[in-house]
């Protein structure tokens, strides 16, 4: 790659996919790496954020938080949010210590992407968050069956009666506009196929 290109690289400032994945494993996985400190909502400074990306990749070394809100507008995935000099995920934590989220009233039903050697598992215990913080779950078919393919190639699409678990004290919470979280979600309010 020659000087020009170089040049012409840094003037565009960083590819927004790099940035958005770098900025998930900051925030959702190992906060501790870049130095982070994140509060019981998820939230870490942003400069702080942007001073640990700059140090952790040297071709970052223009990066400004203007780089940061150009990703979150550009993405359709939603996955972040910059809110008075704070950044956080919204969803996908690994790290330790469950975030608080704030409860909200769901609508009447969510749709849950899954593989079909998970149902006997699902029908018996219900939706697990099993190594993640919670449960996700999609406000549509298509967004339940995008998530659905990287489990199987012919996954099977749930229906959770989310108003009436919500009536009988199951908590959910906002992840974005496409998809809410649950701590779990029992059999009985889980629609399969063909029922």
Known sequence: MGKTDEVSQQDRGPDLRDLSRAVSHALRHEPWLYGLEL???????????????????????????????????????????????????LYGHS????????PM????????????????????????PMARQYVHLSVDVDTALAVGKRK????IILRVQAKQAYEKGVQFYIGNEKVWLVDRVPSDFIVFPGE
């Not at 509060?39 to 400069?47: H, L, N």
């Not at 140090?55 to 809110?83: C, F, G, Y």
């Not at 769901?106 to 219900?126: D, M, W």
């Not at 199987?152 to 996954?155: E, I, R």
């Open 39 to 89: 509060d019981a909502e998820g939230w870490a400074c942003v400069d702080e954020l942007v001073a640990a990306l700059r140090r952790n990749k040297p071709e970052w070394v223009t990066l400004s938080v203007d780089d940061l809100t150009r990703m979150i507008a550009t993405s359709d995935k939603q996955r972040h949010e910059i809110r008075g000099g704070k950044i956080r995920a």
């Open 95 to 102: 790290i330790p210590g469950k975030l608080r989220r704030t």
């Open 105 to 128: 009233v769901p609508p009447e039903v969510f749709y849950h992407g899954t593989s079909p050697l998970f149902v006997p598992a699902i029908r018996t215990s219900g939706l697990l």
């Open 152 to 155: 199987s190639k012919t996954p």
